[in-house]
């Protein structure tokens, strides 16, 4: 403790010689829904706590709806008191914010690792399966894709408009691959990839995507299943504060148009043991099959991880490359679960059915228990797409059936934590019904 304590002090202090200006630091940490909540600190009071002082925030705080309101979950918000839980910086995160009118910092904060964790924050649930797998001497390696949308900074009416090409000054409205595009937008990509370099983030291919307006960004593959997700949390707030910054807004809603592609968060892993051997490649591939065969088996009852919203179930089966099954495939961007072309050191699973806007702490747990599982089953997949255009199992397609189908599955309970299935699972009940609680246009229109 004492040597950490030390590690972090050096940090803050080595950060306020380089920004002298910056007075104040934002300590943030990602609820249940993928927002970032925290508290903005003094940069001397940083220090403090960088020495050993306690950090407390509530520990409801983690269970706010996509709104922000308290939802009756068990005994939790209205009959607990409210209680703080304790919180740790997260080493190596504090960075400048360059995207506000004012000099500021940034650091996160986690329960994960300090006497009594919350059992439902997305990080510590994260670190719980890292920490098993570690224990069974598995290691992975990790690479989020990201895909958003630029729009205009103005709605319209509430909707979201085309984002205007910088050099015509018309909108942006026609769906293309063009590469010409990063060229029309380069100056606020460009501040996008800077802006997450700068928060530490390995920023690697950027591509324009089918839709009007829409790109996606690929990181770095990581040995560090935590700090990959803490790069995806990022790198969506400081995207979003850039875009501001340049009269646009960026949103990594998963379906904002019906007639055009949504936006994923495209998850690849590997499996290493400790001596640095692929453990998916051994024995002629025989444990990818198996890997495979777990994820899709509790891909059905996780579908209120990768599909978070009401919109991101819109995604599902939608223009291109969005599964209505689960399924698998070779070089198959149709499945759920892809194997991408590589040589055995490098071979790996790219989990494609999750939503950009889905927590990417939960969204990797959920994969990861699927690998586990798999490799601790030993069944054989069903078909891959290459064979079977048809192979597939049903998965829900509506919020409250996929609850319960996640509520009560014991793998999940066990290896995700029985607690946190609860609470999730009652947290996206009670935002979906809230959803479910305003009469739209359109029902006028249609029943009046």
């Given at each position: 403790?004492?040597?950490?304590?030390?590690?972090?002090?050096?940090?803050?202090?080595?950060?306020?010689?380089?920004?002298?200006?910056?007075?104040?630091?934002?300590?943030?940490?990602?609820?249940?829904?993928g927002?970032?909540?925290?508290k903005?600190?003094?940069?001397?009071?940083?220090?403090?706590v960088?020495?050993?002082?306690?950090?407390?925030?509530?520990?409801?705080?983690?269970?706010?709806?996509?709104?922000?309101?308290?939802?009756?979950?068990?005994?939790?918000c209205?009959?607990?008191?409210?209680?703080?839980?304790?919180?740790?910086?997260?080493?190596?995160?504090?960075?400048?914010?360059?995207?506000?009118?004012?000099?500021?910092?940034?650091?996160?904060?986690t329960?994960d690792?300090?006497?009594?964790p919350?059992?439902?924050?997305?990080?510590?649930?994260?670190?719980?399966?890292?920490?098993?797998?570690?224990?069974?001497?598995?290691?992975?390696?990790v690479?989020?894709e990201?895909?958003?949308y630029?729009?205009?900074?103005?709605?319209?009416?509430?909707?979201?408009?085309f984002?205007r090409?910088?050099?015509?000054?018309?909108?942006d409205?026609?769906p293309?691959?063009?590469?010409?595009?990063?060229?029309?937008?380069?100056?606020?990509?460009d501040?996008?990839?800077q802006?997450?370099?700068?928060?530490?983030?390995?920023?690697?291919?950027?591509?324009?995507?089918?839709?009007?307006?829409?790109?996606?960004?690929n990181?770095?593959?990581?040995?560090?299943?935590?700090?990959?997700?803490?790069?995806?949390?990022?790198?969506?707030?400081?995207?979003?504060?850039?875009?501001?910054?340049?009269?646009?807004?960026?949103?990594?809603?998963?379906?904002?148009?019906?007639?055009?592609p949504?936006?994923?968060?495209?998850?690849?892993?590997?499996?290493?043991?400790?001596?640095?051997?692929?453990?998916?490649?051994?024995?002629?591939?025989?444990?990818?099959?198996?890997?495979?065969?777990?994820c899709?088996?509790?891909?059905?009852?996780?579908?209120?991880?990768?599909?978070?919203?009401?919109?991101?179930?819109?995604?599902?089966?939608?223009?291109?490359?969005a599964?209505?099954r689960a399924?698998?495939?070779?070089?198959?961007?149709?499945?759920?679960v892809?194997?991408?072309?590589?040589?055995?050191?490098?071979?790996?699973?790219?989990?494609?059915?999750?939503?950009?806007?889905?927590?990417?702490?939960?969204?990797?747990?959920?994969?990861?228990?699927?690998?586990?599982?798999?490799?601790?089953?030993?069944?054989?997949?069903?078909?891959?797409?290459?064979?079977?255009?048809?192979?597939?199992?049903?998965?829900?397609?509506?919020m409250?059936?996929?609850?319960?189908?996640?509520?009560?599955q014991?793998?999940?309970?066990?290896k995700?934590?029985?607690?946190?299935?609860?609470?999730?699972?009652?947290?996206?009940r009670?935002?979906?019904?809230?959803?479910?609680?305003?009469?739209?246009?359109?029902?006028?229109?249609?029943?009046?």
């Amino acid at each position: 403790m004492k040597s950490q304590a030390s590690t972090l002090l050096a940090e803050v202090r080595t950060f306020r010689q380089n920004h002298p200006d910056v007075r104040y630091v934002d300590l943030i940490a990602l609820d249940i829904p993928g927002h970032f909540y925290g508290k903005r600190y003094p940069i001397e009071m940083l220090e403090k706590v960088a020495a050993g002082s306690p950090l407390k925030l509530p520990q409801n705080a983690v269970l706010l709806g996509v709104q922000g309101g308290l939802f009756k979950i068990g005994d939790y918000c209205f009959h607990d008191g409210d209680p703080d839980a304790n919180r740790r910086l997260v080493p190596g995160t504090l960075k400048p914010v360059s995207w506000e009118s004012q000099a500021l910092g940034q650091m996160l904060i986690t329960s994960d690792g300090t006497e009594a964790p919350i059992e439902f924050e997305p990080r510590e649930v994260l670190a719980k399966v890292l920490e098993r797998l570690h224990h069974k001497g598995i290691h992975p390696v990790v690479a989020f894709e990201l895909e958003f949308y630029l729009f205009d900074k103005k709605l319209d009416n509430g909707l979201p408009q085309f984002a205007r090409d910088p050099l015509s000054d018309d909108t942006d409205d026609q769906p293309n691959l063009h590469i010409e595009r990063l060229s029309r937008f380069s100056e606020v990509l460009d501040d996008m990839a800077q802006t997450a370099k700068d928060q530490g983030i390995d920023i690697t291919v950027i591509t324009a995507e089918l839709g009007p307006g829409q790109f996606e960004i690929n990181f770095g593959h990581l040995d560090d299943g935590l700090r990959a997700a803490d790069w995806a949390a990022l790198f969506c707030r400081s995207t979003r504060g850039v875009a501001l910054k340049h009269g646009y807004r960026a949103s990594f809603m998963a379906k904002p148009y019906l007639q055009f592609p949504g936006s994923g968060m495209h998850v690849h892993v590997s499996l290493y043991d400790g001596a640095g051997n692929n453990v998916l490649a051994a024995h002629q591939q025989q444990p990818l099959r198996h890997a495979v065969a777990g994820c899709l088996e509790l891909l059905p009852h996780c579908m209120p991880i990768f599909s978070p919203n009401h919109n991101a179930f819109r995604r599902l089966g939608g223009t291109v490359n969005a599964a209505t099954r689960a399924c698998w495939g070779f070089e198959d961007r149709d499945a759920c679960v892809r194997i991408p072309d590589s040589d055995p050191r490098n071979l790996r699973i790219e989990h494609r059915l999750a939503s950009a806007d889905a927590n990417p702490y939960l969204v990797l747990a959920a994969i990861l228990v699927g690998l586990e599982h798999g490799l601790e089953a030993g069944r054989e997949p069903i078909a891959p797409l290459n064979e079977d255009r048809n192979s597939g199992t049903d998965f829900p397609a509506e919020m409250l059936d996929a609850v319960r189908a996640m509520q009560h599955q014991p793998v999940l309970r066990d290896k995700l934590g029985a607690e946190f299935v609860d609470v999730y699972c009652e947290n996206k009940r009670q935002d979906h019904l809230a959803f479910q609680q305003e009469i739209h246009a359109r029902e006028y229109r249609w029943f009046l």
